[in-house]
């Protein structure tokens, strides 16, 4: 069974662009989640999307984005990009999202914004 | 307030040592408990996690955790390390809201391994 699959694996960007995400969860898995991961920061939740509808939302500026698609891939988009969004972001994936069940996470993209 | 703390940013440790994580949380409703560890250049994997029943949990590679209620803990142990175990652990806390679930994670904690 393949893993969560995360692209692209880097990306470099400048102030003031944005930049799309991609997750493509493992097969069956419903809920897909984000996080924001940086140097002493730790992990961040952003959002968690299931069956295409925003379930969960962290505490983000309106900058930060997703959505689902009807076969459970997810894309998240940041407009706008700040220096400080600097940051690996990954995604995880779970059969139904529930606070009880195993994350599976993919390697991460990522982001650095110059 | 909601919390997890890793109070250890870092923890080295001489191969086939003891070793402890520490993690603890604040909460006034009921928690589920992970422990989920990084890789370097790989996402997180689980480690173990506390849903209910016995508090001493065992998970892979060794590693358990003892869930202590009265002291809002869940530190994470192995009797004796490897190289390999070189990683950044992350506890992660579900607060169970009336409503709505909040998972919180740590800050991780780095385990240097050292021959």
């Known amino acids: 069974k393949a893993g969560v699959t995360q692209t692209p694996r880097y990306l470099i960007k400048t102030r003031g662009q944005q930049v799309t995400l991609s997750c493509s969860p493992i097969?069956?898995?419903?809920?897909v989640s984000w996080y924001q991961q940086t140097p002493g920061q730790g992990l961040q939740f952003l959002f968690e999307?299931?069956?295409?509808?925003?379930?969960n939302k962290g505490n983000f500026p309106g900058r930060f984005s997703g959505r689902q698609f009807s076969n459970s891939r997810s894309e998240m988009n940041v407009s706008t990009l700040e220096l400080g969004d600097s940051a690996l972001y990954l995604c995880a994936s779970s059969i139904t999202g529930l606070a009880n069940e195993k994350l599976f996470f993919g390697s991460g993209t990522q982001l650095s914004v110059l | 307030a909601q919390s997890v703390t890793q109070l250890d940013s870092q923890v080295p440790v001489f191969e086939e040592a003891p070793v402890e994580l520490r993690c603890n949380y604040s909460?006034?409703?009921?928690?589920?408990l992970f422990w989920y560890v990084q890789y370097p250049n790989q996402g997180l994997q689980l480690l173990l996690k506390y849903l209910s029943g016995s508090t001493l949990v065992k998970g892979i590679n060794g590693f358990e955790a003892e869930f202590n209620k009265s002291q809002t803990s869940f530190h994470l142990r192995k009797p004796s390390v490897h190289i390999s175990d070189t990683a950044e652990y992350f506890c992660?806390?579900?607060?169970?809201?009336?409503?709505?679930?909040?998972?919180?994670f740590g800050t991780g904690t780095r385990l240097l391994v050292s021959p």
């Open positions: 097969s069956g898995h419903r809920s």
């Open positions: 992660a806390v579900a607060f169970m809201n009336t409503g709505f679930q909040k998972l919180v």
């Open positions: 909460s006034s409703v009921s928690v589920y």
């Open positions: 999307y299931f069956s295409e509808t925003q379930r």
